[in-house]
């Protein structure tokens, strides 16, 4: 029992509980001092509110989700756990992410992180009960839970979030949400309405468009974050010559991009977070894109 509660919470999906770090870790390098201890609690508090929302939704989807080839081993669908016994533990989870967000985070930022806190369960409950059967709304409201994210980060931080950063947030998000739409119609074929309501409404040819668009916005986007910030990221190595640093991570996120669209268009996956947990060239570009942004960061914090 203790065992599929855990399954049910889906610890896995963590993982994205790390968007609330990118706001305070760029705060930090453009030297800004960051509270992170506040930030370590506000991550908690939205990995404990995601489960909640988790169950939640995996309550009222469980007919459908008997129909599908994974989701349907998830403890409600499969009657592991009760939906009773599944809310009981979701309202637990509300309260302890409350807890967390309230008396972790400094009192002087605490209010706007529950606030950040209380419309990303907003946005992820309005989800379930109907947006999910929204053409477009439904991406755009998975995306704007990231968004939240990252505002939440910010917020607990003391950090005023910049426009590159929401809008890479942003598109990014919806990159991987209409990605998942994508591959979703290459695991499932002809079942996958069955599976999600809204995919009636989507093509494979329309999809492929927008994850091609969203996928590029987000690159442009970033390219417009790296070009803006050359010139405290400019280190000049050999005299007078000068290297924007920053560039150097537009590689591997173009890389990792692009591998996403490639291993969603074969059907290898149906989830960003499936395929961020088990694709090596995938998780290669992400440790690369991550270590050449600490480098930037400590060589603009150490240079002369």
Known sequence: ?????????????????????IGPLYGYAAGQSIDWRSVTFAIVAFALASSGCYIINDIRDAEADRAHPRKR?????????????GMVFSILLFAL??????????????????LWLVFYVLNVTFYSIGLKRVVVLDVISLASGFVLRVLAGCAAAGVEPSTWLLNSTLFVSMFLAFGKR????RTMGADVSAVRAVQSAYTDDLLRMVVVVTGVACLVTYAGYVQAQAERYTSHI??????????????PATYGLLRCIVQVERGI????????????????????????????????????
């Open 1 to 21: 029992m203790y065992l599929d509660l855990i399954k049910l919470a889906r610890p896995k999906q963590w993982s994205k509980s790390v968007f609330v770090l």
């Open 73 to 85: 081993h998830r403890p409600i669908a499969s009657g592991a756990v009760s939906p009773n016994a």
């Open 97 to 114: 992410a409350g807890v967390a967000a309230t008396f972790g985070v400094s009192p002087a930022v605490a209010l706007p992180t529950c």
């Open 182 to 185: 994508l591959g979703e119609r």
């Open 238 to 251: 050999f005299g007078a010559w000068g290297f924007n640093l920053l560039w150097m991570t537009v590689l």
């Open 269 to 304: 996956y149906d989830d960003p977070t499936e395929l961020a947990s088990k694709d090596r060239p995938f998780q290669a570009a992400v440790a690369i894109f991550v270590a050449l942004t600490l480098v930037a960061i400590w060589a603009t914090q150490h240079r002369s």
